[in-house]
């Protein structure tokens, strides 16, 4: 069973950055490598969103929201799945979380908050 363990998250201003990272810690290389690789996040009091994703052959997909300001990348060697963020808005609160695309209930992790103060 996958543990996906999700850093880097903080406190940071608005139009600041940030780089989340997870790490697969229980798959070996060959499983994980042909995963399409997800982050998510979820506010408060709302529904948990998909944000970015990353296919085996590094194809990315965004959010409109997100679009043109966060980068998903993967490193494959590492096990390992990035998220900048860049321009970083109030709206962008919430606690940010990955697993595949699509989710599987088992692989959520304790994931890590973004705070953008408005």
Known sequence: QAQ???SGGGLVQAGGSLRLSCKATRW???VFNPKTMAWYR???GKQ???VASITSARSTNYADAVRGRFAISRDNSRKMVY???NSLKPEDTAVY???VEPPENDYWGQGT???VPS
């Open 4 to 6: 996906l363990v999700e």
């Open 28 to 30: 070996i290389t060959s």
């Open 42 to 44: 979820q506010a408060p």
């Open 48 to 50: 948990r969103e998909l």
């Open 83 to 85: 998220l900048q963020m």
């Open 97 to 99: 979380y990955c697993n």
């Open 113 to 115: 908050q973004v705070t």
